[in-house]
Nanobody
């Protein structure tokens, strides 16, 4: 069955960096566009950005544009989210999913504290 496992979250100070990973299985990873979402406490889940199946194109929420970069390694069935210049408002649980479909991973917590 479809499995998505996020990892790489943690505690970081403002201005710091983290790289999240999303390991996928149970489907042909290279055939699907993928996305990252996040959910902060008391807020709705929001789209962070997406990447095409080939990895050649992506788009981002205005709040992370220029700071976050999505990439993927189709040979490893893994997608990444490089987060730089982190801010306290980036604190959230981060999730990955296929663009098309409702399966979610368990998420990974990112906390940016000052």
């Amino acid at each position: 069955q479809v499995q998505l496992v996020e990892s790489g979250g943690g505690l970081v100070q403002p201005g710091g960096s983290l790289r999240l990973s999303c390991a996928a299985s149970g489907f042909t990873f290279s055939s699907y566009g993928m996305s990252w979402y996040r959910q902060a406490p008391g807020k709705e889940r929001e789209l962070v950005g997406t990447i095409t199946s080939s990895g050649t194109n992506g788009n981002y929420a205005d709040s992370v544009k220029g700071r976050f970069t999505i990439s993927r390694d189709n040979a490893k069935n893994t997608m990444y989210l490089q987060m730089n210049s982190l801010r306290p408002e980036d604190t959230a649980v981060y999730y990955c999913k296929r663009v098309c479909c409702p399966n979610w991973g368990q998420g990974t917590q990112v906390t940016v504290y000052s």
